[in-house]
Every structure is written in structure tokens, then in C-alpha cells.
């Protein structure tokens, strides 16, 4: 398996893996369905987005995103040592087989190797198939205090996840 950054011409393919209007929701809060390629290709625009694609056996299989803040606010959520990964995605065909998890841990180890000091994520409460995931890639709860003030101005109570230290070594990358 291989990590790469995503390639606009793959915004098509990705767009349709989203099977319902609440499983686009849940991945990425799109409401309109199918996700439009567009919205994809716009998501590409930002410079704190980083895009990869997962790619397994010569085919796409997975695609999420790393955000990062080098230091202007850009983000609004994390500081500039931190990473937060977001829009992760599996293709339906190939779902059930530890993708996800490995899409997860190949994000999480780049942000890490690229100096991020701390990896978080949010997942929608009504997101189960996800929240094992993540948890099964290694990534706990934060406390209480941290997921109500992230969540302040969110369309929703988000479950926040980081990367603890314990878990750092399962991503491949050393603390």
C-alpha cells in the first residue's frame, strides 16, 4: 500500500464513495448528495490541507486529508505543532479489511515525521464504523474540557480523538 498525495483527476472517484446522503454527512458534512467533485477539488485549494490517497494492488482505496497550522491562524483549530486529520474515507468495495486503520496510521506517521507534536481527529457522534477505526489505529479520547471547547461553534458535539504517546510507535514513527 501506498500513501500519495491526491491528484485532482481522482476528485470523481472519491466523490462517489459516500453510498448515502448520511453517510456524506458523516464523512465530510456535506449535505448536498452525491458529493459533488467540485467540492473535493475546492477542498484542495486551501494551503493548510494536505490530500492523500490510499493505493492498494494499483487502485484507489482510500482518501483523507491532513490539516495543519504553520503559525497564521489558518485553521482555526490546532496550533502550529499540531495536525489534525479529516475527510478519511474508504472506498464501499474494499471496506472491512483494515484500510481505514492503515490510511489512519500512514497519515498520522506523516504528520509526526513532519514534526507535528500532537495528531488529533473528530469523529460524528453517529459515526460508530469510524470511531472504531480510529480508536483501533491507536487513538484515544481527549478529556472532557478539550472536546467542549473544541467543540464550541460545531455543528455538533464531535468526539475528539489524539494520538497518544503510547500509541506513536503502532503509526510506524517513533516518539
Do not use: K
Not at 478529556?143 to 473544541?150: F, G, K, V
Amino acid at each position: 500500500m501506498d500513501l500519495l498525495p491526491f491528484a485532482p483527476e481522482y476528485a470523481p472517484l472519491v466523490a462517489n464513495w459516500a453510498c448515502s446522503a448520511e453517510e456524506a454527512v458523516l464523512w465530510c458534512g456535506e449535505r448536498e448528495f452525491p458529493v459533488p467533485a467540485r467540492r473535493i477539488a475546492e477542498w484542495q485549494e486551501q494551503d493548510w490541507v494536505h490530500s492523500r490517497l490510499l493505493v492498494a494492488g494499483g487502485a484507489a482505496v482510500g482518501y483523507g486529508e491532513l490539516w495543519t497550522d504553520d503559525g497564521n491562524g489558518t485553521d482555526g483549530e490546532n496550533g502550529e505543532d499540531e495536525a489534525e486529520l479529516a475527510r478519511i474515507i474508504v472506498a464501499p468495495a474494499v471496506r472491512g479489511r483494515g484500510l481505514g486503520r492503515a490510511l489512519v496510521r500512514g497519515l498520522a506517521s506523516e504528520a509526526l515525521a513532519a514534526g507535528r507534536a500532537e495528531v488529533f481527529l473528530r469523529v460524528h457522534p453517529d459515526n460508530p464504523a469510524a470511531l472504531r477505526c480510529y480508536r483501533n489505529a491507536g487513538f484515544a479520547p481527549v478529556d472532557a474540557a478539550a472536546a467542549q471547547t473544541w467543540n464550541a461553534g460545531q455543528p455538533v458535539d464531535y468526539i475528539w480523538l489524539r494520538l497518544p504517546d503510547f500509541a506513536r510507535s503502532r503509526t510506524g514513527t517513533p516518539d
